[in-house]
């Protein structure tokens, strides 16, 4: 069964610094990545995906993040965030033939 | 184009009530799923319909019900609340139900069972 471990529960960041999100996910087969945000008192939408090709991935409001296939990592980043950003992310993992599995979420709290 | 809607938003329930939670979607998608968010669990897959006229138990089946309506309506069921059904429940759906599909969220209903 796969299951996904986002290390960080909650992550407070001052405004126009960066931030890593981080994820690690275990599988033992090809896996497809994803990267969700939910804003406050909102459903989850698509922040960014991995499906194949190049490991460093760009999404929406300037977020990328990298598979790393070694280190069975998803980590999500953004250079300088604002505070419109606040909000909660999660990481999810879908196999061939399985189920979507969602990480536990990290808060992000952007503070001016 | 409304994506995903979910009915009601929030839901206070004695014990032993029932109710149902109701979804529908305007994407023409094939798949919808239900999930619950508790802190800090992320989402779990309570069910999910592939296609219209399906429906499979997901991680977390035990004490609901769910009926795909048509393409369009995927309802949830709860026979009898439990405090232990204290969630949020999202309802999702995707055009087709591979692994490679983005979903799509609703905005959720909070439920409070006491």
């Known amino acids: 069964a796969q299951s996904v471990t986002q290390l960080d529960s909650q992550v407070p960041v001052f405004e126009e610094a960066p931030v890593e999100l981080r994820c690690n996910y275990s599988s033992s087969v090809s896996v497809y990545l994803f990267w969700y945000v939910q804003y406050p008192n909102q459903g989850l939408q698509l922040l960014l995906k991995y499906l194949s090709g190049s490991t460093l991935v760009k999404g929406i409001n300037g977020f990328e993040a990298e598979f790393n296939k070694s280190q069975t990592s998803f980590h999500l980043r953004k250079p300088s965030v604002h505070i419109s950003d606040t909000a909660e992310y999660f990481c999810a993992v879908r196999a061939a033939g399985n189920k979507l599995t969602f990480g536990g979420g990290t808060r992000v709290l952007v503070k001016p | 184009n409304a994506g995903v809607t979910q009915t009601p938003k929030f839901q206070v329930l004695k014990t032993g009530q029932s109710m149902t939670l109701q979804c529908a979607q305007d994407?023409?998608?094939?798949?919808m799923y239900w999930y619950r968010q508790d802190p800090g669990m992320g989402l779990r897959l309570i069910y999910y319909s592939a296609s219209e006229g399906t429906t499979d138990k997901g991680e977390v089946p035990n004490g609901y019900n769910v009926s795909r309506l048509n393409k369009r309506e995927f309802s949830l069921r709860l026979e009898s609340a439990a405090p232990s059904q204290t969630s949020v429940y999202f309802c999702?759906?995707?055009?087709?139900?591979?692994?490679?599909?983005?979903?799509?969220f609703g905005p959720g209903t909070r439920l409070l069972v006491l």
């Open positions: 994407m023409n998608h094939n798949s």
């Open positions: 999702a759906s995707s055009e087709y139900p591979g692994h490679q599909e983005t979903q799509y």
